[in-house]
């Protein structure tokens, strides 16, 4: 695909043509021009030197042979000369379509980034809430509620009919005044009780409200006898209210839990647990949970979508708009909570998961939007993604791109298939730019919200001069004619150029032998020969800088392209592995693991081995799970047929076990660096994750003993190297590149090239790539076994409170 | 005098100028069997087949980057074919036309008669006749009889 004035035109497509750059195209620099006209204008001078040369043939000899000789030449020097205008001509054109070509892959490539991101992250989020949706405790939380609420309505019913003789009392004449005031009194209790009966959510009912409830009931009922109604049954209201107190009990714990997942996935906002009515009945979020409990969803999309949800396996997706429980606006992933939380149970309410898109999307598009040397977005450069209907949903702009508003975009760019994606120049916020779209296809299973990505950026940058760049490196001629990395057709042109350099030289010495040869004859031609071949020389010399200038153009491109990639894959490796840290947190405090290791017995290690498989089921991306008590031995795994070699180890004085033994709180977690693991004796590395189990899943309790998580850290790392490789158009890995990632001590842990860079080699980091800072990247030049490449580092800087590893990711293409 | 200097990858060399033909593009080579590796093959020059010579083996330099062929080639003039004024200053070349074959020219100079020196004796090598000093750099002059006779 290549950057158009008309945004239709794709270059895949081989109807296509290219746009041709001509000299007077105004993204032609100024600089270039000016270079342009020099070379014309000494090549130019050639002619009127060798109609010299010819006319002095005619003085110098009479003969007719050595006069043709002389013409001859001169006639030879004019072809070169009209060959090498000619190449000058398209030399421009070249040098042009490449740095558009270079550009438009890089702003392509940081687009495709971009919303690729979010996708990943997004079907994390979708595994989440289904996973969640299925713990016992939201479930039993809404049952209960549900049954207390049937109860509430059958006390209404009773109170209705005692009102009604209370009232009919009230009227009768023998009631005394004081009886009156005390019937009125009465009257008022009953309608406040009415009112707690008809409450649609008991969950708002405080506990300090219990007592007043029990006094309520008590002078209902004492009241009550006055007129000989004893409508109100003691045992049920007693029973109601210990109900309630049970319910409020259930929904603490129900809070807590969403509260623990919060902590352990900082992605979101909220989480909340809606009633069958659509009245939210606890939320994750302390501080602004008793504004939310107790608001109606049920007009909301997400809460009628996860109510149609047809079982535990699906959910429903709301794309970024409004929503009552947040001032801005939110992108909800909600399911069903079922019945004793069964795959197929009755549906009795909702899980909604408030995902923090704004927070995401921002720190997404303020990392891959082109910066310049301070850091900062260049002025004119923006990123932003749109929805279905193209309106803004995030902008690294919030005031001249606002959400919600519709982007100033061509047509073309706002309706793209799946997965497409296209470039051209339009005039954006006032500034001709290239705008580069594309559209998401999802992730995996996970098939995206229709969301497109967009970068903008000045068409200026696009084609200003590489000159003043600096460069760590020489250009070359062998670099320019042997190096893979140079286009092969200006490859061509250079050597024409040389070519055509070296026969104006080869021409204008012969005429020099010849006019040498001539004696005294010769002397007038002597000059001419000089001048041609210093004009030859002049003008070719310039063409090879421009070339030289060309050629590191491309080399700043690549190296710059190879930055950004190697940034995407320790991006999303970081992200991948925050996930994994929140996984770990997440799971160490289910009740069934707590149980095995409180309460050890064959049938808790059972349910903690069964609960174990079903969560590997899930999460695929585990090798194995595997619960050991606080002695080190093991309790239960998920892999079956590795418990019996697990059962004979003990693993009291491995550092991980004992740093997630040592634990404060049931935040923290602690994790093995990519290595040899006793856990998997046949695996050359493991990545393991481990977290503390505490004494009744409390987030202090006393540690009963540590979950271990084995991240199938190869097969995941490598197929995220391998997403982040430097490819062709038809997307084939580019010939040769390679990528790695090392750890703290620069050794190789994960590898595209076993056999060249296999893991454990040490990569020394030597000048430019020493003393990288978090989240910088470099690139440059390196040698590394016998062979020259161009290499991107970026070091992690980690992810939220995910810190990462001190690891860094190296992308690197070969030279030659 | 006119001599053009010539180089050898890194190395500079001199010849005269009255032994020149022309200079031109190595064209495609077809080697000889059995002949010395210093003979890089025979080339049809406008329907003459001439002897061509890779000089850099007849210098003993293997090529900067293996497997590269020298790009440019000299054209010498036979003995017969040389002007009078180049037999009248003494200069030999071979008998038969003969291809050089070289990485680049470098310039053609003029030097005068203080600018010759003979080849010190302790750096004696049987291709070079002299040495002429041009921007204070010594530069060897090559012996085309000389050369000659190594192949025999």
Sequence with gaps: MSLSSSPTVNQDSPATKRRQFSIFDPAITFEH????????????????????????????????????????????????????????????????????DLHQAILSTTAHNTINLIDRNLLERTCDVRWWALELSFSDCISFALKTKEEASHLAEETAKLRNLANLSNRSESITLQEDQQGKGLLAQIDELTKIWNQPVLALLKP???????????DITEGSKEFGADRLNQGE??????????????????NLRLEDINNSYTLYRDIVIVGPQGYIIASSNRTNRDKVVGINVAEEDWF??????????????????????????????????????????????????????????????????????????????????????????????????????????????????????????????????????????????????????????PKEDVFKSDVEQSSIFEINSQLLTESCLIPKVNQETFLKVQDDKEAIQLISLNGIVFASKLGRRGVALGPIFQQVTQTGSFATEKMEELLEEMALGVFNLYLKSLENFSKQAIDIIDRNLFERSADIRWWSTDQVFWDALQSPSEETAQKAGNRLRVINGNYTMYRNLVLIDAQGEFVACSRTELERELRQMDFADQSWFQSAMRARDSSQYGVADVNQSPLEKKKQTSLIYVGSVRENGTRTGEVLGVLAILFDWDKEANSVLQSCLPRTNKSEPIDGVIGFYTNQDCEIIETTDPVSFPLGQVIQMTPPFDGLKSGESRSGFIQLADRQYIMGVTQTKGYREYSGLNWKAHILRPVY | MKYVIFALQSKKFGIDIHLIHEFSKAPYISAVLGQSSKVAGLVNLRGRITLALDLGCCFDLAPEIKGTKPKTMIVLDSQDNLSDEAKALGVVSHTEPLILLIDRIISIVEVEATDFHPVPSQKENDLIDGLIQVDNELIPLLSIPQLINTLA
């Design chain 1, 33 to 100: 021009r000016e270079f342009y006209e020099t070379i014309v204008n000494r090549l130019n001078g050639i002619f009127p030197l060798c109609s010299q040369g010819k006319s002095a043939s005619v003085e110098i000899s009479e003969n007719p042979t050595e006069r043709q000789q002389v013409t001859d030449l001169m006639k030879q020097v004019e072809q070169f000369a009209s060959d090498l205008l000619k190449v000058n001509k398209e030399l421009f054109n070249q040098f042009y379509q490449s740095k558009e």
């Design chain 1, 237 to 254: 209201l007693t029973g109601f209210t210990e109900n309630l107190k049970e319910l409020h009990l259930k929904l603490d714990f129900a």
């Design chain 1, 304 to 457: 009628r979508g996860a109510m149609e949800t047809l079982d535990g396996n699906s959910y429903y997706t709301q794309d970024v708009q409004p929503s009552k429980i947040e001032s801005q606006n939110s992108l909800v992933y909600s399911t069903a909570i079922r019945k004793n939380s069964e795959e197929h149970g009755d549906v009795i309410g909702v899980m909604g998961v408030f995902f923090d898109f704004q927070g995401e999307a921002d720190l997404i598009l303020n990392e891959y939007i082109p910066k310049n040397e301070k850091h900062q977005p260049i002025d004119g450069c923006y990123s932003l993604f749109t929805n279905q209907q193209g309106q803004i949903i995030a902008s690294s702009d919030e005031v001249i791109l606002p959400t919600s508003s519709f982007a100033h975009i061509p047509k073309a760019h706002r309706y793209l298939d799946t997965g497409e994606n296209i470039g051209s120049y339009t005039v954006f916020e006032g500034k001709e730019s290239a705008l580069v779209s594309c559209k998401t296809a999802g992730y995996l299973e996970y098939e995206g919200l229709g969301w497109t990505a967009h970068l903008v950026i």
């Design chain 1, 208 to 218: 300090e409200m219990f007592v007043h409830l029990e006094r309520l009931l008590e």
